[in-house]
């Protein structure tokens, strides 16, 4: 007998296995796109300390205040790196955009450390 076409039994095993390779295909691309976005989070932080260490480096009087104990914290405004040529991009932070109105702030630790954060201005 001459068979043209598929039976509805053959469609529905073929479009179960595409189901099937679909839902473990994006599974997958969840995972690859969460790492890839943590991995740029990650990284436009560690760029933003390391503008924050050359723009202390510059403006060392700025520091000095920490040391000397003549101020607890200093605040520097993102629009101050970006003007300095220090950042030249826009970044995200634990999902929230860092725009201009916003500082970093760095803390004289108990042990001398430096302690950096982002806060709204």
Same mark, same amino acid.
């Given at each position: 007998?001459?068979?043209?076409? %598929?039976?509805?039994?053959? +469609? +529905? $095993? !073929?479009?179960?296995?595409? /189901?099937?390779?679909?839902? *473990? %295909?994006? =599974?997958?691309? =969840? ?10 989070? &990650? ?5 933003? !300390? /390391?503008?924050?260490? $050359? ?9 000095? *205040?920490?040391?000397?104990? &003549? ?11 970006? #003007? ?5 991009? #826009? ?8 725009? #201009? #109105?916003?500082?970093? $702030? $760095? ?8 302690? !950096? ?5």
């Amino acid at each position: 007998m001459n068979k043209k076409g %598929f039976t509805l039994i053959e +469609l +529905l $095993v !073929i479009i179960g296995l595409l /189901a099937l390779m679909a839902g *473990l %295909f994006s =599974v997958n691309m =969840v995972q690859i796109l969460n790492k890839t976005n943590s991995d740029s989070e &990650e990284e436009g932080y560690s760029e933003l !300390i /390391a503008a924050t260490d $050359v723009y202390l480096a510059i403006n060392k009087e700025k520091l000095a *205040l920490l040391h000397n104990g &003549e101020s607890n914290k200093i605040k520097i405004p993102i629009k101050s790196l970006k #003007d300095e040529g220090l950042i030249s991009r #826009d970044y995200s932070i634990n999902g929230k955009k860092i725009r #201009d #109105d916003m500082s970093i $702030v $760095v803390i004289l630790g108990d042990k001398g450390e430096l302690e !950096i954060s982002i806060e709204k201005s």
